[in-house]
C-alpha cells in the first residue's frame, strides 16, 4: 500500500549512503515500511519559509477539491499554524490511530500546541529537523532589566 506524504529532508534518503546520519534514516525509514507493511508515495512540495505561500495554497487546494491527495503531511511549522487557522487540518487528539503517550512524542511541544482543546501538528522522532533546527537565545538579564 502506497501513501501519500509531502516530503522533507528526513524522508529523502532513497539509498544507504555511507554517511552515518543518512543511513540512519533511510534504515528506520526502512523498519517504519517493514512493520508497517507499507510503503510511502512521497510527492515532493517545498514548504520552507520562502515557499509558505505555495506550500499552503498546495495543501489548500487539495483539502478543498476533496481530491485526498495526501494522507497526512509533513513541513515547515508555520505552514502548519496558518492551514490550521484556515480550517484545513484535522484535529489529531481525536484521531484513533495516534497514541501521544508514546515516548516518541515530543512532550513539550504536544503541550505548548493544544489549542481550543484541539492538536493540530505534532512532532517527534521522526523528525531530524526536530534536533537540527532547535534554537537557543541568549541574552543578558541585566541589559534587559
Do not use: H
Not at 517493514?34 to 495554497?57: C, G, P, T
Not at 495516534?98 to 521522526?126: C, H, M, Y
Request: charged share 20%; hydrophobic share 40%; glycine share 6%.
Amino acid at each position: 500500500m502506497k501513501n501519500p506524504l509531502v516530503l522533507l529532508p528526513e524522508f529523502n534518503t532513497e539509498e544507504l549512503t555511507g554517511e552515518v546520519v543518512d543511513d540512519a534514516l533511510y534504515n528506520s525509514y526502512i523498519a517504519v515500511c517493514d512493520r508497517l507493511n507499507m510503503d510511502f508515495d512521497l510527492i515532493d512540495v517545498e514548504s520552507s519559509n520562502s515557499k509558505q505561500a505555495a506550500y499552503v495554497s498546495t495543501i489548500t487546494k487539495s483539502v478543498q477539491s476533496g481530491s485526498g491527495a495526501y494522507d497526512f503531511i509533513s513541513g515547515y511549522s508555520m505552514c502548519f499554524a496558518t492551514l490550521a487557522a484556515q480550517g484545513m487540518l484535522n484535529d489529531l487528539l481525536s484521531t484513533e490511530y495516534l497514541n501521544f503517550e508514546k515516548p516518541w512524542w515530543s512532550r513539550q511541544l504536544l503541550k505548548q500546541s493544544v489549542v481550543g482543546g484541539k492538536l493540530f501538528f505534532a512532532t517527534g522522532d521522526i523528525s531530524d529537523q526536530l534536533l537540527y533546527n532547535m534554537v537557543v537565545t541568549f541574552f543578558n538579564k541585566d541589559l534587559a532589566a
